[in-house]
């Protein structure tokens, strides 16, 4: 399958400021995206997720863009805290498949 | 409370000596799956189950196999592990995998193999 990338391997935030982390993706028969935040010894976990029919959607703090025509994914983190220090993944699905595919991740580090 | 649970969390183990590693949902779920986890490699599949007695291989499968005899339950069986299977593995499960419902994970199993 095609795969799924992140921009930017690292991502340095200062505390209160709105951090956005990039996903692109290359199949464009793709349509369920999800981010997921993976925390120092856990699983990933579920944040927010988006079908290929929306192009924004909005969860508590976050927000996911979907631009289609380049194949871009976006997670926005208003006022970003300490917690919120992980590592970000997407993933995507093919519409013809079942199978998730994840990028290899971008770690987020909160600044005091 | 809803989980996927994995054991053992750490495992250090030397070639050649099989080795089981457990998972169990909780929720009812018929979509399994077992994911290695690599430094810049992201997640890769190992292999899944779309329900009792049904699994295939997912994107690296040589070395592994499972078994889903239960709706519960889908261990991964190293029969043989080797160094190049030292990696942290993550079970998940979901409703099924046409959903548009993501993935539960487990908080992962670290193997050494020595």
């Known amino acids: 399958g095609e795969s799924v990338g992140l921009h930017l391997p690292t991502l340095s935030v200062q505390e209160g400021d709105n951090s956005i982390i990039n996903c692109a993706y290359s199949?464009?028969?793709?349509?369920?995206f999800i981010w997921y935040k993976q925390e120092s010894g856990k699983g990933p976990q579920f944040i927010i997720d988006?079908?290929?029919?929306?192009d924004k959607r909005q969860g508590q703090r976050v927000t996911v863009l979907l631009n289609k025509t380049v194949k871009h994914l976006s997670l926005q983190i208003a006022a970003t805290q300490p917690g919120d220090s992980a590592v970000y993944f997407c993933?995507?699905?093919?519409?013809?498949?079942?199978?998730?595919?994840f990028g290899a991740g971008t770690t987020v580090t909160v600044r005091a | 409370e809803a989980q996927v649970t994995q054991n053992p969390r750490y495992l250090i183990t030397v070639t050649g000596k099989k080795l089981t590693v457990t998972c169990s949902q909780n929720?009812?779920?018929?979509?399994m799956s077992w994911y290695r986890q690599d430094p810049g490699l992201g997640l890769r599949q190992i292999y899944y189950?779309?329900?009792?007695?049904?699994?295939d291989k997912g994107d690296v499968p040589e070395g592994y196999k499972v078994s889903r005899k239960e709706k519960r339950n889908f261990p991964l069986i190293l029969e043989s592990p080797s160094p190049n299977q030292t990696s942290l593995y993550f079970c998940?499960?979901?409703?099924?995998?046409?959903?548009?419902?993501?993935?539960?994970f487990g908080d992962g199993t670290r193997l050494s193999i020595l």
């Open positions: 998940a499960s979901s409703p099924g995998p046409w959903t548009d419902q993501p993935q539960h």
């Open positions: 199949n464009s028969a793709s349509d369920y």
């Open positions: 988006i079908r290929s029919n929306m």
């Open positions: 993933a995507e699905r093919a519409s013809n498949d079942y199978k998730l595919s």
């Open positions: 929720m009812n779920h018929e979509y």
């Open positions: 189950s779309m329900n009792v007695e049904v699994t």
